[in-house]
């Protein structure tokens, strides 16, 4: 058990009421880590959002229209 230092050995050895205890703290570390991490992927998913940077993008820079092709008529032979 990484931060509780523990060993498996001593984790079997424990009464029943400590081996409770002892997975109850496992589980909320567990739990906070996850949370840290889904809140860490969040704020990168957000960070690189490409759809709100097209967004900005469109805000921030003017349209512009293509210029339209002029009509020329081939000379006939």
Do not use: G
């Not at 496992?26 to 960070?47: A, C, F, H, L, S």
Request: net charge negative.
């Amino acid at each position: 058990m990484e931060k509780l230092h523990i060993q498996p050995s001593e984790l079997d050895m424990l009464p029943f009421y400590e081996y409770e205890y002892t997975i109850e703290m496992y589980n909320d570390i567990m739990k906070e880590r996850n949370d840290k991490e889904e809140k860490n992927t969040e704020d990168q998913q957000n960070k690189y959002n490409m759809n709100s940077m097209k967004n900005q993008m469109k805000n921030s820079v003017p349209s512009y229209k293509t210029p339209s092709v002029p009509k020329i008529s081939i000379p006939k032979f």
